[in-house]
């Protein structure tokens, strides 16, 4: 009769024996993109894997982005190496597909891609044994007029071509909420309360939470501040009939031109992204690496000494 420990180990061998396909999206302009990505190539293939990869000669934009979307149809896992713009990118490709991404770090901040480059490799072999940790993210949909897209980190409402401030009318579940006047307003869900809504002076919200933020830029009113509301609120925006146009922004991968008298609708979405995330590591390590925020898991004796500061009373 088998031990415990043996019945694991079987396990795990019927595990590695069924082949995954892991698609690659690669910031090429990156220095360690080449050296990273070949060596998980080689390793996936070693380990009977199949990994997906754009041919380096091909050209054009159209054709790249219909061979990534060909390739996230066929995987089992995508893995962005870059930041998190090529992280972003990949959601979008993957949408309500309800394909798993992971994200490899090659330099910079990188909020949304958690993994190190030395992390990588034991990542994709944990998810190919079925041994890995994930998290599915909220995703916002949005819609103008016949117009309809997505994030999964924020929606953004910008000045246009002119330069000037816009006024936008909030509403949410058809009550007036409250009037922006400035460079804009930043609609985000919690994976995306550490990117642009940050910068703006936003809240760091748990990113497992169903929540979502709207983030004024550059207030006129300082009364003006970012708040949060339930994941299931529909908040429409409309620029007042004294503005000029302006520039709605899709997590900054798409950017549509709005103007006065017609609402932009944005609501939770029916599908969820489900990003893998490195095992042992929590999202307070995460932002205490990214923010350089202080403090150690170590408790550190900070008694002070006491100095005596009663003064002399003068005499007589």
């Keep these: 009769m088998k031990t415990r420990s043996e019945r694991r180990e079987a396990r795990d061998e019927k595990r590695e024996a069924i082949p995954k396909r892991i698609a690659f999206m690669v ?10 990505v070949t060596e998980l190539v080689r390793r996936l293939r070693a380990a009977g894997h199949e990994p997906l990869l754009v041919n380096r000669r091909m050209t054009g934009q159209s054709a790249i982005e219909n061979r990534q979307s060909k ?3 066929q995987a089992d896992l995508v893995v962005a190496c870059g930041g998190d713009g ?3 990118r990949a959601a979008r490709l993957v949408g309500s597909r309800d394909v798993p991404i992971m994200g490899v770090n090659l330099g910079g901040l990188g909020f949304l891609t958690e993994f190190s480059v030395e992390e990588a490799q034991a990542g994709i072999e944990a998810f190919c044994r079925g041994d890995h ?3 599915r993210r909220m ?4 819609s103008y007029g016949r117009r309809a897209g997505f994030a999964l980190n924020d929606i953004a409402v910008n000045m246009g071509p002119a330069n000037r401030a816009i006024e ?3 509403t949410s579940g058809g009550v007036m909420v409250t009037r922006f006047i400035g460079d804009g307003v930043v609609v985000a869900t919690p994976t995306g309360s550490t990117g642009y809504s940050l910068a703006a002076g936003g809240p760091v919200v ?3 939470m169903d929540a979502i933020l709207l983030t004024p830029l550059s207030p006129h009113a300082l009364a003006s501040r970012p708040m949060i509301l339930p994941g299931d609120a529909r908040v429409e925006l409309e620029l007042s009939r ?3 146009s302006a520039v709605l922004n899709l997590d900054g991968q798409e950017r549509w031109i709005v103007r006065p008298g017609r609402p932009i609708r944005i609501r939770r979405a029916d599908f969820t992204i489900r990003l893998v995330t490195p095992k042992g590591k929590t999202y307070f390590q995460i932002l205490r690496d990214k923010l350089k925020w202080t403090g150690s898991e170590r408790i550190v004796d900070c008694q002070l000494p006491i100095v005596n500061c009663q003064s002399p009373i003068p005499k007589r």
């Design 27 to 36: 910031n090429r302009g990156k220095p360690l993109a080449a050296k990273v």
């Design 133 to 135: 940790t994930e998290e």
């Design 206 to 208: 748990y990113p497992t």
């Design 71 to 73: 390739m996230v149809e």
């Design 86 to 88: 090529t992280m972003l």
């Design 139 to 142: 995703v916002l949909a949005c």
């Design 168 to 170: 936008l009318l909030a």
């Design 242 to 244: 004294r503005s000029e």
